[in-house]
């Protein structure tokens, strides 16, 4: 074998700016560090009540069933379609971005009928298109993003969920790209799922879907589960269509096991739950209010420095979200060289983009750990130099200065 396997790992130190993932904040990776209990160990169940109780608050609920999918954030999504929609269920999909694409993808392998109501690419779907389409298709589910990076735009939520029940729909909510960055108020909203993952905001690693489910989603989801003496019988129909297609993603058996029956489901992924545990105490402790506003704060220091560039920001400016910006990368400039000397030279990720805006756009992102002054000022700082390198005439330190003044002026207003 080649002498590098043996090797320890030892990453380089790069500075994660792009849409996720984003640096962990050193706390959470040491909770990781922590030794392994067996899954009913009762210090293991009473972790395992306090994610949940830590989670309520993140997620604007205050739902009982709040609790984790073992897997990264499209675990939890693929987790709350499959338990909630029957094959040959209506589901309409508010769509406004690659996110939107991806509910269609998991909801066709279900075997739903697909409705859609959509956006382009840099804009939000209205109320009242939503509404138009509640009456024309009268869904079961409506399904949506919270925050698509694919676009950097914010769906708006208000009212959403009032909007699906008024018309007998359950609804389902991705926030994976807003959790802990922007506010989250599935109560208020009266949404009845919403799943997020760690990647993002609530700055740890991938590999973990927080999930909060209203009664009602929970009851819908139990009422298909058809268990006889612990059996579980195909030919008990009781017109919510076939059980739940998958086991490991049957969030009836999970819910079980995040209950006090605590029966036996999958083993618990013991040091993602310390993960995920450390990352909603740091989110509480800083304050959601206090976080949202550090999340506000970054964006419109990016936009500013990036104005300041002479670089357009991509997208309905009154939807974007706050913690993913969308950069137009100027004609004649090659965008992924420019990623490339930013990666090689500052050590510095960025993103890039896909589908329609595939070479179109950069997309920084500044979330959790890294929505800090010092990393956006560094950021900028080195996209100023990269882009002079590349051919672009960007005025010199201007963009530093942009944005310190938009941090400063948005956190001390
Ligand atoms: C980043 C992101 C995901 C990521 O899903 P993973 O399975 O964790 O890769 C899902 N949804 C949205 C809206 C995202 O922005």
Known sequence: MAPEVFAEIDPPQRLLMGPGPVNAHPRVLRAMSADLLGQFDPEMTAYMNEVMALYRPIFGTQNQQTFLVDGTARAGIEAALVS???????????????????????????????????????????????????????????????????????????????????????????????????????????????????????????????????????????????????????????????????????????MDYWSDKRLNHHTEATTMLYGARECARIVLQEGLENRCARHRAAGRAVTAGARALGLEVFGDHRHRMSNVTGLVIPAGVDGEAVRRRMREDFQIEIGSAFGPLQGRLWRIGAMGYNAAKHKVLITLGALETVLRAEGFAAPAGVAVEAALAAWNAELSA
């Open 84 to 254: 909630l929609v029957a094959p040959g269920q209506t589901v309409l999909v508010v769509d406004f971005g690659r996110f939107g694409l991806l509910l269609g993808e998991i909801l066709a392998r279900i075997g739903a009928r697909i409705e859609t109501v959509s956006a382009p690419w840099g804009q939000v779907v209205e109320l009242d298109a939503i509404e138009d389409a509640l009456k024309r298709v009268r869904p079961s589910l409506v399904a949506t993003i919270h925050g698509d990076t694919s676009t950097t735009m914010a769906q708006p939520l208000e009212g959403f969920g009032a909007l699906c029940r008024k018309y007998g729909a359950l609804s389902y909510v991705d926030a994976t790209a807003t959790i802990g960055g922007m506010e989250l108020a599935a109560d208020r909203w009266a949404v009845d799922v919403v799943s997020g993952g760690l990647q993002k905001c609530l700055g740890g690693p991938s590999g973990s879907a927080p999930i909060t489910l209203s009664e009602a989603a929970a009851e819908r989801i139990f009422a298909r589960r058809h268990v006889e003496r612990g059996i579980v019988r195909d030919d008990l129909d009781d017109g919510e269509g076939p059980r739940i297609g998958s086991n490991y993603f049957d969030l009836a058996m999970v």
